[in-house]
């Protein structure tokens, strides 16, 4: 079952969806990345967040609770990039969770087809 903000989405926009879940062709550094020369964007991101917790590259970036009595250990909103990764995400040695889609997306044609 979809959560509801995708479910709105894909009702309003079918093309989001289709844009998602195409099969493109591959650039060469993504391809070698990725290990196929066709994939969905969909497909892409849930291989480098697979890659990213298999290699424990997430790190815990230490935030303060609102209240200010301490730190809090399960935020962990940054990617600390190896060279691997660095290769398909624009050579940044650090990454913020939310800009992941984005650079993700990058690689990927405006139209697909």
Known sequence: ?????????VIDNPKKLANLIDLVNLPSTLR???GQSRISRLGCFMRVWSYIKTNNLQIVHATIY??????????KNVVNCDQKLRSILMGKSRVE???LPALIKLHFPKDPK
């Open 1 to 9: 079952m979809l959560p509801q903000g995708v479910k709105k989405t």
């Open 32 to 34: 070698e990345f990725v």
């Open 66 to 75: 609102t209240n200010g009595a301490g730190m809090d250990p399960n935020n």
């Open 97 to 99: 969770l939310a800009e």
